[in-house]
C-alpha cells in the first residue's frame, strides 16, 4: 500500500432513527485498516423525489453537495437495509438523482456493500439488486467479501453499538480487502 490514505465515505441508506444499518456504518471508522478513513455522507433523506421536471430547473444543492463528496471520495461503502427483497426506496431516489448529473459520481468509483437485517439472509437480496444498479452506473463493486450481517437484533446494543465480535471482523476483513482493491486500481 502507498503511504497516500485512502479516504471513504459512507452512504447509508435507511432514514430510522435507530436503523441497525446506521449504527453499522458509524462503526466502520473505528474499524478501518491502517492507511483507511472513513467519513459519513449526509442523510439522503433531504433529497427531493427524483423529477425529471425538477432536474430541468437545475440539480438540488443537496444532490450536487452529495455527488462532489463522493467524487473527492477514493471509494464509497454503501450501508442500507432490504426492504421488499430489494434496494430502499431512498437509496434508490438517491442513486436516481446522482446518475443524471454530467460527470456521473459513481462512473469508476469503487464501492464496497455492507447489509444488516433482523432476517436470516442479512439483506443479501438488497445487495444483489444494488449491484445491478452500479452495475449501469459504471462503478468498480468489490466482489468479496460481502458483509450481510443477518439476525441484527443480537448483535447491536440498545445505544446504537455494534457488539458482536463476529460482525466487527468481518467488516474488518472487507474494509481491508477494500483498501487492497482501491490500491490495485490506482496502481492500473
Known sequence: MSSQNIRLVTLVGSLRKGSYNAALARALPGWAPEGVEIHPLP?????PLYDADLQDRGFPQEVTALAEAIRAADGVVIVSPEYNY??????????DWLSRLPEQPFAKKPVAIQSASPGIFGGARMQYHL???LVFLDAYVLPRPEVMVGQVMGKIDDQGNVTDTATRD???GQLAAFRD???????G
Open 86 to 95: 430489494s434496494v430502499p426506496g431512498v437509496l434508490k431516489n438517491a442513486l
Open 43 to 47: 442523510s439522503i433523506g433531504t433529497l
Open 170 to 172: 468481518f467488516s474488518q
Open 181 to 187: 482493491f482501491i490500491g490495485m486500481m490506482r496502481k
Open 131 to 133: 449491484r445491478q444498479v
